[in-house]
Nanobody, 115 residues
Framework: QVQLAESGGGLVQPGGSLRLSCAAS????????MGWYRQAPGKQRELVAT???????IYGDAVKGRFTISRDNAKNEMYLQMNSLKPEDTAVYYC?????????WGQGTQVTVSS
């Protein structure tokens, strides 16, 4: 079992930055892939970034060059540094993990980019 809890969302002006965190409970954090997804109103959930336990990263086209995913296995935490934020980045951001073939999701944190 894995429990995920996001934090760090909020309201930011265009061009600003935010850092999201995802705290994971349970064992074996260091071995399973994790990632961030987002869902805007009326749209499907989409990939933001994923990271394997070995450090390989994949980013969605919309965030490449602006967002950075990282993890601290010692703390059982994952992060998403978001820079140069745009209004179209407004969404609920979800932490995701895969363990033993099962998907786990956090409750989501709202990010709103608006002036």
């Amino acid at each position: 079992q894995v429990q995920l809890a996001e934090s760090g969302g909020g309201l930011v002006q265009p061009g600003g930055s935010l850092r999201l965190s995802c705290a994971a409970s349970g064992r074996f954090f260091s071995i399973y892939p994790m990632g961030w997804y987002r869902q805007a109103p009326g749209k499907q959930r989409e990939l933001v970034a994923t990271m394997t336990s070995g450090g390989s990263k994949i980013y969605g086209d919309a965030v490449k060059g602006r967002f950075t995913i990282s993890r601290d296995n010692a703390k059982n935490e994952m992060y998403l540094q978001m820079n140069s934020l745009k209004p179209e980045d407004t969404a609920v951001y979800y932490c995701h993990a895969v363990l033993s073939g099962s998907d786990y999701w956090g409750q989501g944190t709202q990010v709103t980019v608006s002036s």
